[in-house]
């Protein structure tokens, strides 16, 4: 049963929280003094405190700031009659859960109170204070991050394949870290000390490929001005990576299947063979039985390459690794750009929490290396995420939106905050003001949606449960 401070300084309001949180199971303590919810603090531990900002003497914002130090865990929302979203971002910069105005509905508040307390215990059970990242959640000096049950089976085939010397067939979304999975592997291997080669299959056009994998001889054809040693030749003796295999063209599949096979391989306009000990490790994010199946990839050769397979979960299927992967770019980035940024409120956390990641890992890296570039005091706030919002799944928006830059410049955040209130005013409408609906067209939350209403001042909207 959680616990529960309500600080409120009109008897009403409080004994009406009193009444509706018992209600609802919760152990609830009263207080119309903010000195006094201070020194209840002190001497009992609770899960949450609800208090009303505008107080006399001692303020919300007072009890918020003492609360933070005696008790770093608890949350916090606070509650006020007068709206004003600069003192919301102050509350969340301060480390506030939410920001509720009056008057609030019953099931509002119900709600918020829940999925508050459920965030604490999601930072109980996955994730450590901002600021404390734990190295034992990295695999090795390698930056594979995460404790869920997915990874902590791919960190074990690792460790099982790392000691072998057979192929290895990763499979994963694009993002995921299929390079990373092939530097553990290579690294805490008996070839740690020697090349690890990569290639990107795909990204290589087909007429330069084979040079680029085999090699080639002076002269062999136009363009061969020396000769020149391909990737296989170079990483004798280590590992090649190939990324993104079944993009290889059928011709090429062939002379690969001849060096997997005999370990040996002959460069464009040789006629001798050369010999090589080369362990492949090959990733896609393609269903190669199914090109098998299409005649797009030779069967002997899949079975070649898949002697060993590790599929990596995508970050949607391993949220629980979210918090720490946040905590560990923040702490990599803020280092790395000199900024001393290692929390993230947790309303921001939980956009990310509930937040599809089409880009994976990748993506949330990239979202935390920008809020910490741009933001300016020392915690993320809800409004520097740069969420995909108009992305569902893996499809592309059809609409393209295009706006001019003037040669006297322009203010960018300013077009996008008013690009996205225009979008919401618009949605709104077409919902008739069902904020419900309207969250469903934009493919984010309620909650999500509540913020940025906020945000923008947008009012005379109705909820609908």
């Not at 971002?89 to 506030?96: C, L, S, T």
């Amino acid at each position: 049963m959680a616990k529960i401070l309500v600080v409120d300084d009109e008897p009403s309001m409080l004994e009406f929280l009193k009444i509706m949180l018992k209600k609802e199971g919760y152990d609830v303590d009263c207080t119309t003094s903010g000195k006094e919810a201070i020194e209840f603090c002190k001497e009992l531990s609770y899960d949450m405190v609800i208090t009303d900002i505008k107080m006399p003497k001692i303020t919300g914002m007072d009890v918020l700031h003492r609360i933070r130090e005696i008790a770093p865990e608890t949350v916090i929302i606070l509650i006020t009659a007068y709206a004003a979203r600069e003192t919301a971002i102050e509350a969340m910069k301060e480390g506030a859960y939410d920001y509720i105005t009056k008057p609030f509905k019953v099931d509002e508040i119900k709600s918020i109170i829940k999925n508050a307390l459920e965030s604490k215990r999601q930072y109980r059970e996955n994730t450590l204070l901002p600021g404390e990242f734990d190295n034992s959640y990295k695999f090795g000096s390698i930056n594979l991050v995460g404790k869920c049950k997915e990874m902590m089976k791919v960190y074990n085939l690792i460790q099982k394949v790392s000691q072998t010397k057979s192929n290895v067939l990763i499979y994963g979304e694009s993002g995921t870290g299929k390079e990373l999975v092939a530097k553990a592997i290579h690294y805490n291997g008996s070839r740690k000390n020697s090349p690890l080669l990569t290639i990107n299959c795909g990204g290589v056009p087909e007429s330069l490929l084979e040079s680029e994998l085999f090699g080639h001889k002076k002269g062999s054809f136009t363009g061969a001005l020396y000769n020149k040693a391909g990737l296989f030749e170079a990483a004798d003796g280590g590992t090649i990576f190939l990324d993104e295999v079944g993009d290889l063209p059928l011709p090429i599949q062939i002379k690969l299947l001849r060096v997997v096979q005999d370990k040996t391989f002959k460069p464009i306009g040789e006629t001798e063979e050369s010999s090589v000990d080369v362990r492949i490790i090959s990733a896609t994010n393609k269903d190669l039985e199914d090109k098998v199946i299409q005649g797009e990839f030779r069967e002997d050769l899949f079975y070649r390459l898949n002697v060993i397979q590790i599929r990596i979960p995508p970050l949607r299927d391993r949220k629980e690794d979210i918090p720490i992967l946040v905590h560990y770019f923040l702490e990599r980035y803020s280092n790395e750009l000199g900024k001393d940024i290692k929390r993230i409120s947790s309303y921001a956390m939980e956009f990310l929490l509930n937040y599809n990641f089409p880009g994976n890992v990748r993506e949330l890296e990239a979202i935390i290396e920008r809020s910490v570039a741009l933001e300016t005091p020392s915690i993320v706030l809800p409004e520097s995420l740069a969420l995909a919002k108009f992305k569902n799944g893996h499809e592309k928006s059809e609409r393209e939106i295009k706006i001019e830059v003037p040669p006297e410049g322009l203010d960018m955040e300013a077009v996008l905050g008013n690009l996205e209130k225009n979008i919401l005013l618009d949605t709104l409408k077409k919902t008739h003001g069902a904020k419900k609906k309207a969250a469903e067209l934009l493919n984010i939350n309620l909650r999500s949606l509540r913020y940025k209403l906020e945000k923008h001042r947008i009012r005379d909207t109705e909820d609908d449960y």
